[in-house]
């Protein structure tokens, strides 16, 4: 765990049940102590288990609810604890508008920029705004030039999409508790564009229920001949 479930200074991690939770909070923090380090901002989608945790050692000074909507921060995305998921903060969604003044390819490279997707989840949305950015690489365009008026309206309706990415959803628990199969599935394609890849989990428990998640994704836009790069000031 603490190879594979740490970011920096951040763990992600879970467990199948609340006590291998407990158990995994109790050799963590007492390993840290060993160091003099006091792991902080514990946070989870169970109650019991942030009932054994100090409130000065939570993340937030309060009890965190199931029915909590407003959900936490974690690597740049928003966990919703009530339902166990992540989404893309809406804050990234809902701050660019088509009525701004004229864009510019420097703030088509900035707003494609802002969009964070661990684990390539959002790729197959993003790689259409890194298409047209590569349009503005084969027209020549400078930095601050205005975009023309038929480039302004494709990125004008491409801006109407994006707060759509807030209304994805992406489940944390992707395996049912004690499946007795599962199997990986991987799809890929490619076009003139762009290319991709995506690999599903599909898990079936031992009531034959099954489940079938997304576990990750990439798209890369085509690379184009005899294209040069100017370097940005």
Known sequence: MLNNDFYVD???????????????????SALFQTAGLTLRKWASN??????????????????????????????GLLWNTKDDHLQVKSSLTQMHSTDSPASTKRKV??????????????????VAYKIF????????????????SHLQQEWNQLLQTIPTLSTLRINMKVIYLNSINIQIHVFCDSSKQAYGACLYIRSTDSNNKTSCELLCSTSKVALLKQLTIPRLE
């Open 10 to 28: 951040d763990l992600l991690s879970g467990t199948s049940t609340i006590e291998d939770a407990l158990n995994v909070q109790k050799e963590l």
């Open 46 to 75: 169970h109650i019991t288990f942030l009932d054994t945790i100090p409130l000065e050692l939570q993340e937030t000074q309060s009890k965190l609810s199931p029915d909590n909507e407003d959900g936490l921060t974690t690597l």
């Open 109 to 126: 490279l900035a707003i494609t920029a802002s969009i964070f997707y661990p684990l390539g989840l959002l790729s197959p949305a993003i």
């Open 133 to 148: 950015l590569q349009k503005l690489w084969q027209d020549k365009l400078q930095w601050d030039e205005p975009l023309s």
